[in-house]
């Protein structure tokens, strides 16, 4: 354990954790976009910036990537981490002028939209945070997204914006996206997520349309175990 000092408050803290989860774990709250306990942080979206103080130098860090450390003295809402919030909020803003949740999470940080940034009016909601990306590949283990283009041009999709046929209709991506630029739409029986329509399987006992059926096989394949013994809802095994 380290010694660390959040906001004024003497906090012990695990080794190895980073200010946000040592934050968390006390009760202090950090805004982030980015940042999720099932996925390797990214630092990409830099809403969770805090002043961290060490000896006599005192700078502003990404809390969701930055390691604790014995002595340190983390302040949250100091001037300078207002400043510098404000400014990455604005900018997030003007990146994605549609996104309701960065509008609300800006509502609820006192920032309103300046005209230094002049708003993109074609990239979606997407912050480029890797969240989906990484979720599809390391968790649900498909890869069947990725980044293309460069730098503002830079978007999320499918290999050459085409029909993914490794894609199984999970719907992992859209759940973790942090602002809701994935769209993923669903009828009775189907299921429609990066431009293809999925065939949902209805379950066994009360017929409730429950997963896609690539999924299932997806899940067969993997596991071993035969797609019928894996027709039943979760509410119904
Ligand atoms: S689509 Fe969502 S999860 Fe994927 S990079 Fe963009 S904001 Fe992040
Ligand atoms: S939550 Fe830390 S950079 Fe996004």
């Known amino acids: 354990m380290v010694n660390?000092?959040?906001?004024?408050?003497?906090?012990?803290?695990?080794?190895?954790?980073?200010i946000l989860e040592a934050a968390r774990e006390n009760g202090v709250q950090i805004p982030t976009l980015c940042s999720h306990e099932s996925l390797e942080p990214s630092g990409a979206c830099r809403l969770c910036v805090v002043e961290v103080k060490k000896g006599n130098r005192t700078r502003i860090?990404?809390?969701?990537?930055?390691?604790?450390?014995?002595?340190?003295?983390?302040?949250?809402?100091?001037e300078r981490v207002?400043?510098?919030?404000?400014?990455?909020?604005?900018?997030l803003m003007a990146r994605n002028p549609e996104s309701e949740v960065i509008a609300e999470l800006a509502e609820k940080l006192g920032v309103t939209p300046q005209k230094r940034f002049i708003p993109d009016e074609d990239k979606g909601k997407c912050i480029l945070c890797r969240l989906?990306?990484?979720?599809?590949?390391?968790i649900v283990g498909v890869s069947a997204i990725g980044f293309s283009g460069r730098g503002a041009?830079?978007?999320?999709g499918t290999p050459f914006d085409e029909n993914s046929d490794v894609c199984i209709g999970c719907g992992a991506c859209a759940y973790v996206c942090p602002t809701g630029h994935i769209q993923m739409e669903s009828t009775e029986d189907t299921r429609t997520i990066w431009g293809r329509t999925f065939k949902m399987k209805a379950c066994d006992v009360c017929g409730r349309y429950f997963a896609p059926e690539d999924q299932l096989k997806y899940i067969s394949k993997k596991t071993g175990v035969p797609v019928k013994n894996l027709s039943t809802?979760?509410?119904?095994?």
């Open 82 to 91: 207002k400043g510098v919030r404000r400014i990455v909020m604005e900018l």
């Open 61 to 78: 860090v990404t809390s969701c990537i930055y390691q604790v450390d014995e002595g340190i003295s983390v302040d949250t809402q100091s």
């Open 4 to 18: 660390i000092v959040i906001d004024g408050k003497k906090i012990k803290a695990q080794e190895g954790a980073t």
């Open 132 to 138: 989906c990306i990484k979720t599809c590949e390391s």
């Open 153 to 156: 041009a830079k978007i999320v």
């Open 233 to 237: 809802c979760v509410s119904c095994r």
